[in-house]
């Protein structure tokens, strides 16, 4: 398996635009997150889906920010309008349903880094 | 006050140094704690992970939790150039709770 995919490694946009990240997770992962890393705040977890469902999303800045994931093998999460404070490292990663398994094993993407100006 | 303290660094050490990384955590609910790995330009990579106290060794790293004190470490042998990255400690509450991540440490071993 190729692991988590996300695109674009790199965006660069201006104040004001919509910005889309995408991911693809591992194949058989029920699970599916997206993070924000910044060096002020650390790893901050913004959303979750399980079976493709939002479970919670109490990271999520504000309404500017919206995730979906139509489907058990894609996911995005879109700024609009973005803003000069959006800019950071923004991670998906995905694990497997482990029921009763305790080891909360991630397996992250190599991140979007997003650059607004 | 953030529930998962890191020294952030840079922590620098020559290459063959014993590395010590620790995170300290305010929440006593805390079972299980993780070490992950995460070199420049990637996502972090799961290294090590164990349940409650005590110690557990896979190769030249040891992990190390002390629940009394709710102090964890990470302690890393004959270090090596390709340690270099920064290590982020990470817990979890119960089965399918959520992680906490500490702010991570940026470790350089020079050769």
């Known amino acids: 398996d190729a692991g988590v995919i996300q695109s674009p490694r790199h965006e660069v946009t201006e104040m004001g635009q919509e910005v889309t990240l995408r991911c693809k997770p591992i194949?058989?992962?029920?699970?599916l997150f997206w993070y924000r890393q910044t060096m002020m705040r650390g790893l901050e977890l913004l959303i979750y889906?399980?079976?493709?469902?939002?479970?919670?999303d109490s990271g999520m800045p504000e309404d500017r920010f919206s995730a979906k994931m139509p489907n058990a093998s894609f996911s995005t999460l879109k700024i609009q309008p973005s803003e000069p404070r959006d800019s950071a490292v923004y991670f998906c990663?995905?694990?497997?349903?482990?029921?009763?398994?305790?080891?909360?094993?991630?397996?992250f993407g190599s991140g979007t880094q997003l650059s607004v100006l | 006050q953030k529930e998962v303290e890191q020294d952030p660094g840079p922590l620098s050490v020559p290459e063959g140094a014993i590395v010590s990384l620790n995170c300290t955590y305010s929440?006593?609910?805390?079972?299980?704690f993780m070490w992950y790995r995460q070199y420049s330009r990637k996502g972090p990579e799961l290294l090590m992970y164990?349940?409650?106290?005590g110690n557990k060794e896979d190769g030249r790293f040891t992990a190390q939790v002390d629940k009394s004190s709710k102090y964890i470490s990470l302690f890393i042998r004959d270090s090596q150039p390709s340690d270099s990255a920064t290590y982020l400690c990470?817990?979890?509450?119960?089965?399918?709770?959520?992680?906490?991540f500490g702010g991570g440490t940026r470790l350089m071993v020079k050769p």
């Open positions: 990663a995905s694990r497997e349903d482990r029921g009763a398994a305790t080891n909360e094993k991630l397996f």
């Open positions: 194949s058989g992962h029920d699970y």
């Open positions: 889906f399980n079976n493709n469902v939002p479970i919670d």
């Open positions: 929440n006593s609910a805390f079972q299980y």
């Open positions: 164990t349940y409650s106290s």
């Open positions: 990470a817990m979890h509450k119960y089965a399918g709770n959520m992680l906490t």
